[in-house]
């Protein structure tokens, strides 16, 4: 089945947007890319880096005479979008997103759907810590999963249209039930978003002295939850407004699993905590196995060289700092 597409349109061109765009240009998947975006400044920097043929802050120009349209923006802004779009939209094209829930999209965005316009709902498993336009590469979704949440109603054709635009820009691709992608979600992805921004909020409010040194030391482990708290607050917002059910039900089994640790702490319980932390760390190597992380040390981060000895010596790693 060909996974070419006529004219793609992309209304929002951040992380996500910029990479399909790039990646989509680079495996020669679509013969236009229309881009539509709220601000100016960030239109005219999309148009510099040149993401796309058209460009425009009217989504509904974006999307007119598109066989594939993609919402990337924070899914707050999508029931806007969705209002702006909907009379332009192409029978016979696809409407689909990139947000990181699907029980709200689907319940905000399907009232909308005219008829003749298939809706998958998409999260592709793949991010950074970076925003906007300049920080999309092609190779944001190589080897990482794309899960696709189409309804019933949905021709199977489409959806596997869809699959195949994914699978050609690296991803594998998984359908599944919204509801349940947000549970699973909610527990991979949006309680350790809201544990990094939980213990670095309490960083901030240390006396100066002590954070002083817990910046210093932080190579320690308190970096990699700095990394994740720096994630962009607006998308993560609308994370925690649109899956509040599935990040409560599972912040609940946390918490008592929380509570269990705490106790093995108090009285000592050195076989309870070593029992849990092996349990843990066979998740990870399992994580490893399914090629989802590198095993290298460090999480295979090139770090800085160090100033240069007076006796020469052969380095192991070289170039800049994780991204
Ligand atoms: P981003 O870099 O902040 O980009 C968001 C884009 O949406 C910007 O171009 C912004 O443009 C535009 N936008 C915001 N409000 C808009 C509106 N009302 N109308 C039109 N455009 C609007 O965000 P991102 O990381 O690409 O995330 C986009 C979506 O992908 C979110 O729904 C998120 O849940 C999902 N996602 C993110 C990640 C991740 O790791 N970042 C991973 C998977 C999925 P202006 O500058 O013009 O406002």
């Given at each position: 089945m060909s996974v070419h597409f006529r004219k793609l349109a992309l209304i929002g061109i951040g992380l996500i947007g910029s990479s399909i765009a790039l990646a989509a240009r680079r495996q020669g998947l679509v013969e236009v890319i229309s881009i539509a975006t709220r601000k100016q400044d960030t239109l005219d920097e999309a148009r510099e880096l040149g993401l796309g043929d058209i460009y425009t802050l009217d989504a509904a120009e974006a999307v007119r005479g598109a066989d594939l349209v993609v919402i990337c923006t924070p899914v707050g802004a999508y029931e806007g979008v969705m209002q702006a779009i909907a009379p332009a939209l192409e029978p016979g094209a696809i409407l689909s997103d990139v947000g990181s829930v699907k029980g709200h999209v689907v319940k905000t965005l399907a009232p909308l759907i005219p008829d003749g316009v298939s809706f998958i709902p998409g999260h592709p498993l793949a991010g950074t810590e970076h925003s906007g336009?300049?920080?999309?590469?092609?190779?944001?979704?190589?080897g990482r999963w794309c899960v696709l949440t189409p309804g019933p109603e949905v021709d199977p054709i489409k959806t596997e249209k869809l699959a195949g635009f994914w699978r050609a820009m690296g991803s594998q691709v998984e359908s599944m039930d919204a509801a349940h992608h947000d549970m699973v979600l909610a527990i991979t992805s949006h309680i350790p978003h809201l544990v990094a921004y939980n213990i670095v909020g309490t960083v901030a409010d240390l006396e100066a002295a002590t954070q002083s040194e817990v910046i210093k030391f932080s190579?320690?482990?308190f970096r990699d939850f700095t990394r994740i708290a720096a994630s962009d607050p607006v998308m993560w917002r609308d994370v925690f407004l649109t899956n509040r059910d599935a990040v409560l039900e599972m912040l609940g089994r946390f918490s008592e699993d929380l509570s269990i640790l705490q106790r093995a702490v108090r009285t000592g319980d050195g076989p309870a905590l070593e029992a849990m932390f092996t349990r843990t760390r066979a998740i990870r190597r399992s994580i490893i196995s399914a090629g989802q992380?590198?095993?290298?040390?460090?999480?295979?981060r090139q770090h800085e060289a160090p100033p240069a000895p007076e006796t020469p010596f052969v380095r192991e790693h070289g170039g800049g700092d994780d991204a």
């Open positions: 336009p300049s920080a999309g590469f092609a190779e944001l979704f190589a190579a320690s482990g992380e590198t095993a290298a040390p460090d999480f295979g």
